[in-house]
């Protein structure tokens, strides 16, 4: 059995209610998930049921209340530095340039600047946004702002990559875009891979395996999925391929009851 890129193991995370510090809340319960290396692993549920806060902790920038978290092995008890974060909101510096942006992680590293700006300059090149790193983010659409951010993760070469949602607020023609670009980029190294989605469309356009999570309070995984799609893959044709939709329609009869039972109880919260 080979080592797991990142491990969580019987992971069970507590929150203090906000309206009563005394009460608790499960946010995820008894959850484990396993990435192996060079695997792309999409993990899919309802609004609430937990998606980031596994995410979170396994960047190191959350400990869970209960259960183990390793790294190729290791124990992880601090942040996690084998891994590279890309948010779902824009994480770009509004004084930096794109170049600037992008080769900041390099510079914090103590890469040297003129070593760390060619890299930053060619990392922008592979982005499509060779010539544009001058532009300020606010100079920039959602799409070269995401492929902005995406280079900044990737130029640290991390052996994980944790991407939340990254690609929710684009149109939906920039987002397949996006998706390919990825998927492309990914391909050249096989990094592993942890996908936060709400949209089971893209989790197994892009995945190798699909995880669902239940509805909360309590999460924990109720499916997993080998999607078995051949790759390369071009996420916008692939839809139509009839394995695509015989895996759909396997997945979404687990998570449909999910959705409708969070959907619910935010009705019941408001």
Known sequence: MTVAALALENITCTFAARDNRAQRYTAVKDTTLRIEPGEF???????GCGKSTLLNIGAGLLQPSAGTVSVFGEPLNALNRRAGYMFQADA??????AIDNVMAGL????????????????????????????????????????????????????????????????????????????????????????????????????????VVLSAGPGTHPIGEFRIDLPRPRDVAEIRAH???????????SVLRDEVLKGYRQQLTAV
């Open 41 to 47: 692993v999409s993990v899919v549920g309802p609004t």
């Open 92 to 97: 770009l510096m509004p004084w930096r340039s």
């Open 107 to 210: 510079s914090f590293h103590g890469v040297p600047p003129a070593e760390a700006r060619a890299q930053a300059d060619e990392w922008l090149k592979r982005v499509g946004l060779g010539g544009f790193g001058d532009r300020y983010p606010h100079q920039l659409s959602g799409g070269m702002r995401k492929r902005v951010a995406m280079a900044q993760t990737l130029i640290l070469d991390p052996d994980i990559i944790l991407m939340d949602e990254p690609f929710s607020a684009l149109d939906i023609q920039t987002r397949q875009l996006m998706e390919n670009e990825l998927l492309e980029l990914w391909a050249a190294k096989r990094k592993a891979v942890l996908f936060i989605t709400h949209d089971l469309d893209e989790a197994i356009a892009m995945s190798d395996r699909v």
């Open 242 to 252: 009839p394995r695509f939709v015989e895996l759909h329609a396997q997945i979404w």
